[in-house]
């Protein structure tokens, strides 16, 4: 154990070296929120993939294929599908007219696009940003609590605190840049795992024949892809998962990298290195649950079967690095939307909607005490002890992805959307999100996300067409 501790401490002094690094470079606002537009294709592309896939995947997703079986592994082409859409339809206009109108956040190109009288866009889209992240990031700070507990051996509560609180540190220093280059180590070690640890684990329990063979004895519902649903069921289970890819175009963490990017070569080469990313990262989480459900049969709680398995299975050192993976997901993640937060609340609220206008200098400090006040309340929330990993991350992504795909989509790749109907269609999203979840829906009738993001869309093109009949009729 001494070993695994050692390089998870080593691991975290990087992390903040990273951070100290960066923040020499960081001088201006666009420096903190997005590194001056200057990212190259490999941070691009592993620092957008690493920060939406977080603690959800290396602890809820190996968690949910080990509970599941095959069937979830219907979770692994709708998150590939999301993929696709952000980064061939998505990412190459994105960068082109956030460059072209010099928006630095989501609110901003809105804003740039559509107008904003009275400056309902941005408030309405800094309300969603700052609730859906904020639960977002208190989700990844519970996440961050679990792995400790489970790989250094301290109390669920010190793991939050000191996992917290390193992310924090790094992400005041060094701002962005800081957040991307982080990253970037974080999502290799993070594919490199969840492809070693399968691969130990499958030939540990004699191949994949014999793991199927087994996954049967024990149930033959966990061999088939229906997981033993008929009717309605099966076809609210497979849409629900497969629907959690139409949220990527609405996450604003993700989003940004592509603002970032340095040119659309720099987009082009992103692509592949993405897609290639996912496919390793999304079927090693399942068949790393579909394999330890026979190694480790009876565990009580099946989110912690990453950390158990690399600390029997490998050599101290491989399992630290192993171990470092789990850490490396939740803390990408937790670093790049507390950035986003900072910037809604210095950028967008400050700024634009309560018109305090500040030097370049004195917005970076405004930003990084946002970054200090977000992730010091997320941490109180989760110290909370709410432990539900993926029941969170799924309602703060889905909040953001109905509120925000929709209008996003429609902006960038027509010329219907008006002011009203973008805010109708975010409202709509993140409201059908809220109430959806809460009534239980999700759970007897399918993932919220699906339905909030055509009720959003349809919001925003209904509201639209009737807003530009009535201008006509002026």
């Not at 941005?122 to 489970?150: D, W």
């Not at 692509?271 to 079927?283: C, N, S, T």
């Not at 192993?322 to 803390?331: K, N």
């Amino acid at each position: 154990m001494s070993i695994i501790v050692a390089i998870v401490i080593a691991y975290m002094a990087i992390l903040l070296g990273i951070g100290y690094f960066a923040s020499r470079l960081t001088r201006s606002r666009e420096d903190f929120l997005l590194a001056n537009r200057s990212l190259g294709s490999w941070v691009t592309a592993i620092s957008s993939t690493a920060s939406s896939e977080s603690g959800w995947v290396v602890l809820g997703a190996v968690g949910m294929a080990y509970a599941g079986g095959v069937s979830a592994l219907w979770f692994a082409p709708g998150c590939l599908l999301g993929y696709a859409i952000n980064l061939y339809w998505v990412a190459p206009r994105l960068r082109r007219e956030a460059a072209g109108c010099g928006a630095l956040t989501i609110p901003d190109l809105l804003v740039a696009r559509l107008g904003d009288r009275y400056r309902l866009v941005r408030l309405v889209a800094f309300v969603i940003i700052f609730v859906s992240l904020g639960a977002y990031v208190s989700a990844q700070m519970t996440a961050t609590g679990k792995a400790m507990e489970a790989i250094v051996g301290v109390s669920y509560r010190q793991g939050i605190v000191i996992g917290s609180t390193i992310v924090i540190i790094y992400s005041l220093m060094g701002g962005f840049r800081a957040v991307c280059w982080t990253d970037l180590l974080q999502g290799l070690i993070m594919v490199i795992a969840l492809v070693v640890m399968p691969v130990l684990t499958v030939i540990e329990i004699g191949g994949y024949g014999a793991m199927l063979q087994q996954l049967r004895e024990i149930d033959p519902a966990l061999v088939t892809v229906t997981g033993g649903r008929t009717g309605f069921a099966l076809f609210g289970a497979v849409v629900g998962l497969m629907g959690i890819g139409i949220g990527y175009p609405g996450q604003p963490h993700v989003l940004t990298r592509y603002m970032a990017a340095a040119d659309d070569w720099t987009i082009r080469q992103t692509q592949v290195i993405a897609m290639v990313w996912g496919v390793l990262v999304f079927y090693g989480a399942g068949f790393l649950g579909l394999a330890g459900r026979i190694y480790a049969p009876a565990l009580a709680d099946p989110e912690h079967l990453f950390p158990q398995l690399a600390q029997t299975m490998v050599h101290p050192i491989l399992a630290g690095v192993m171990l470092a993976a789990i850490l490396s997901a939740i803390m990408s993640t937790v670093s790049s939307q507390l950035l986003v937060v900072a910037s809604a609340v210095s950028r967008d609220l400050l700024e634009q909607v309560f018109g305090r206008a500040a030097s370049s200098k004195a917005s970076l400090q405004v930003g990084r005490a946002a970054i200090l006040l977000v992730g010091g309340g997320a941490m109180l929330v989760a110290l909370g002890d709410v432990r539900q990993v993926f029941w969170f991350v799924l309602f703060a992504w889905s909040g953001l992805g109905s509120a925000f795909g929709p209008v996003l989509l429609l902006l960038l790749f027509t010329r219907q959307v008006t002011r009203a109907g973008a805010i109708a269609g975010m409202v709509t999203g993140f409201v059908t999100t809220f109430v959806w979840k809460l009534s239980g829906l999700s759970d007897s009738v399918i993932y919220e996300l699906v339905p909030a993001f055509f009720l959003a869309g349809l919001a925003t093109l209904v509201v639209s067409r009737i807003n530009r009949k009535r201008t006509a009729e002026v």
